[in-house]
T-cell receptor, first 114, second 111 residues
Framework: DGGITQSPKYLFRKEGQNVTLSCEQN?????MYWYRQDPGQGLRLIYYSQIVNDFQKGDIAEGYSVSREKKESFPLTVTSAQKNPTAFYLC?????????????FGPGTRLTVL | GDSVTQMEGPVTLSEEAFLTINCTYT??????LFWYVQYPGEGLQLLLK?????DKGSNKGFEATYRKETTSFHLEKGSVQVSDSAVYFC??????????FGGGTRVLVKP
């Protein structure tokens, strides 16, 4: 089955710790994205990558880091510098053929900082 | 910058009622427009999309028409079911494949 997987589904972290969220896709998509969703709000873009070994900051990149060493993987690290990390994190991918294209979303990871 | 405004919820309906969720946008150029749906505890699923003015997107009984003159993309369904209970997000895509989302509208359908 083709799709996007995110793990774990639930993640708990102590304050001051870094944590890495996994995102894998087997859709052969070029572009991948990370969004943050807070209760009752829309999604905000954290980082995105349109090609391997390249990525750009989104609207709320502070306190986060990413890597894109493989086409199918785009892990997100939430660092201790992120002041309010408790949220629902969604990963997405798209073919990125240079024009309008649909983004497909994973099931999300809910991060709670204790 | 680009922005999307959609009606605040929650919207509570009875089964078989007519559903409308308003969405308006601000963008430079000619963005593509999307409706996504999120069921409890899950990621987003694409519901429908429209890529140019006067296009109508449709799926699962839902419809939305891209109205450039009113910068709107309202979502409608003629007869809702309990299974349509979810949060609905309007979004636009401008340059670079980046999506801008509205705040979401929670819909609750009661039997």
């Amino acid at each position: 089955d083709g799709g996007i997987t995110q793990s774990p589904k639930y993640l708990f972290r102590k304050e001051g710790q870094n944590v890495t969220l996994s995102c894998e896709q087997n859709l052969n998509h070029d572009a991948m994205y990370w969004y943050r969703q807070d209760p009752g709000q829309g999604l905000r873009l954290i980082y995105y990558s349109q090609i391997v070994n390249d990525f750009q900051k989104g609207d709320i990149a502070e306190g986060y880091s990413v890597s894109r060493e493989k086409k199918e993987s785009f892990p997100l690290t939430v660092t201790s510098a992120q002041k309010n990390p408790t949220a629902f994190y969604l990963c997405a991918s798209s073919p990125y053929r240079g024009d309008t294209d649909t983004q497909y979303f994973g099931p999300g990871t809910r991060l709670t900082v204790l | 910058g680009d922005s999307v405004t959609q009606m605040e919820g929650p919207v509570t309906l009875s089964e078989e009622a007519f559903l409308t969720i308003n969405c308006t946008y601000t963008a430079t150029g000619y963005p593509s427009l999307f409706w996504y749906v999120q069921y409890p505890g899950e990621g987003l699923q694409l519901l429908l999309k429209a890529t140019k003015a006067d296009d109508k997107g449709s799926n699962k009984g839902f419809e939305a028409t891209y109205r450039k003159e009113t910068t709107s993309f309202h979502l409608e369904k003629g007869s809702v079911q309990v299974s349509d209970s979810a949060v609905y997000f309007c979004a636009l895509e401008a340059a670079g494949n980046k999506l801008t989302f509205g705040g979401g509208t929670r819909v609750l359908v009661k039997p």
